[in-house]
């Protein structure tokens, strides 16, 4: 699986269909890829999420066209996929900085979204750290949210700070954050914040108990400070270890993130020797 390919074959796509509907299991279709690795993969070496892109780059051209041309503001909407023109010039404005008035008038610069050029180095007998493992199915209690792929980097640190604000931090300290997505799409999933359940233990209002199952895991070492050191195992995790995957794939839509005890180090999350996972289902193939 050469992503560096299948990024550049998506990412020409892309330019061909700009100015058509884009889906996900369009550009997901032209590679062969399922939607749901290819979202993830996407977002993962690139740093946004697929249709993120493809908003930046429709943006990036109405504003070349907005100062080369005559075209009217109602005009780029429709072509760039907008209904109207006011939800056109909130993102365009967002986007650029400044209005689609104001750079007619010549009173501001636009922004330049170049298409994506990804490079990925794999080092000839780099050895990843990881682990193969069975685990029994385990029982957790958690928050549990509803959660997009499209926004997840935003949406899921603003679920931890919602959790704490709670007061749910008392009853569930969050030893896992667990990404449950059963049907295996690319639009939402499930997303918990989870401690391992003792049986005899009430349930306080507002949270649940959920069973995870049974699987061969993948459970890569996450050394550093957070969110770094998991951010960038996650992008080692599709640039190299998939790239190399011999004997195993993906087992089912479930991710989960194992945290060590903050208390347990300096300066918590924040510590340069900080210890957390990510394990991933996998099967023989």
């Excluded at 503001?73 to 939800?87: E, H, N, R, T």
């Excluded at 993948?218 to 998991?230: E, H, I, K, T």
């Amino acid at each position: 699986m050469d992503w560096t390919a299948i990024i550049m074959e998506a990412v020409d796509y892309i330019e061909k269909h700009i100015t058509d509907e884009i889906t996900v299991d369009d550009v997901a279709g032209c590679v062969c890829i399922s939607p749901f690795y290819f979202h993830k993969g996407f977002s993962m070496l690139c740093g946004y999420s697929l249709m993120e892109y493809v908003r930046n780059r429709r943006l990036s051209l109405a504003g070349g066209e907005l100062i080369s041309s005559n075209i009217s503001v109602l005009q780029l909407a429709l072509k760039y996929g907008y209904d109207s023109p006011d939800s056109f010039t909130r993102a365009f404005t967002r986007f650029h900085g400044c209005s689609p008035l104001a750079i007619r008038r010549g009173n501001a610069m636009v922004k330049i979204f170049a298409p994506l050029k990804l490079t990925i180095s794999l080092k000839g007998g780099y050895i990843m750290d990881y682990r193969i493992t069975k685990k029994e199915s385990f029982t957790v209690l958690a928050s549990s949210k509803k959660l997009t792929y499209e926004n997840a980097q935003k949406e899921v640190p603003a679920f931890w700070q919602e959790h704490y604000a709670s007061g749910n931090g008392q009853y569930v300290s969050g030893m896992f954050g667990i990404n449950i997505d059963p049907q295996m799409g690319h639009e939402n999933f499930e997303y918990l914040i989870a401690d391992v359940y003792h049986p005899a233990a009430d349930i306080p209002p507002g949270l649940e108990t959920r069973t995870i199952p049974a699987f061969t895991w993948a459970v890569f070492p996450c050394r550093g400070a957070l969110p770094d050191s998991m951010k960038d195992v996650n992008v080692r995790i599709f640039s190299e270890w998939l790239p190399a995957l011999k004997d195993y794939e993906f087992a089912a839509g479930y991710c989960v993130e194992m945290y060590d005890k903050p208390d347990n180090y300096p300066k918590g999350m924040q510590d340069k020797n900080y210890y957390a996972e990510i394990w991933i289902p996998v099967k023989k193939k």
